[in-house]
């Protein structure tokens, strides 16, 4: 009995899921949606954003969820801007776990539809692709941990990935959770600052702590990929 997943039993039936979602991410970018993920934006829309969470609590939170699960879904580039919009509604801790849930959410989605009509087609996807998915099947809960924690391939790349790779959801699911949790609050923070900076336009806000602490974090962040290159140039010198 064929493998299910296997290039020879690809049908459109299964690619109608992840057809459906690029193309629904297309239309999105067309029709202009990426401007409102823009810092720009989010600063434009403060006021109105507030307003509506104070009217709706937790019904806002949950649609907030459901708008990053659906920007993730459709891969299109957004998630930091909706991390920091987390912080600055809902703040630091409620703000960075709704966004957990909704890039886990958003992440399971496309890894289903990407499993189902494409699983097992890595080996035909290139050198590239084919380094990941040796990574994948050695070891896939640490390979992924490592992927999410240190942010050396795009977001939506890493989804796709372990789908072709044959990786389970609960291994996908839960590496995904740990390793976006740190990179998630330090966003969420810093949306939480910023908040504070714009209630309160003193230069001094900068040195408080809710503004500093995040900035300084975000900038760990962005040091951490450039010390894995470094050390893995000098291991394999």
């Known amino acids: 009995m064929p493998d299910p997943l296997s290039p020879q039993t690809v049908s459109l039936r299964r690619l109608a899921p992840l057809a459906v979602l690029v193309l629904a991410g297309t239309a999105f970018v067309l029709a202009g949606g990426h401007r409102y993920l823009t810092f720009s934006a989010l600063a434009g829309h403060r006021a109105w954003l507030c307003g509506l969470v104070a009217r709706w609590r937790f019904t806002g939170a949950a649609l907030y969820v459901a708008a990053y699960a ?37 992440a399971a989605a496309i890894f289903l539809a990407a499993r189902a009509g494409l699983g097992g087609l890595a080996a035909r ?32 790349l890493v989804n796709l990935v372990p789908a072709l790779a044959g990786v389970g959801l609960p291994t996908f699911l839960v590496a995904t959770i740990i390793g976006i949790i740190p990179g998630t609050f330090v966003y969420a923070s810093l949306g939480n600052g910023l908040g504070v900076a714009f209630a309160q336009p003193d230069l001094g806000v900068v040195f408080r702590p809710s503004v500093l602490i995040p900035v300084i974090g975000l900038a760990v962040l962005a040091l951490v990929p450039v010390v894995c290159t470094r050390r893995q140039r000098k291991g394999g010198a």
């Open 70 to 106: 659906a920007v993730v879904a459709l891969s299109v580039p957004g998630a930091a801007i909706l991390t920091i919009a987390g912080g600055l509604l809902f703040g630091t801790w409620l703000g960075g776990l709704c966004a957990v849930v909704g890039a886990a959410s958003g």
């Open 125 to 156: 996807a290139g050198p590239f692709v084919g380094k990941l998915e040796a990574g994948f099947r050695a070891d896939a809960f640490n390979y992924l941990l490592f992927l999410r924690l240190v942010p050396l391939f795009p977001f939506w």
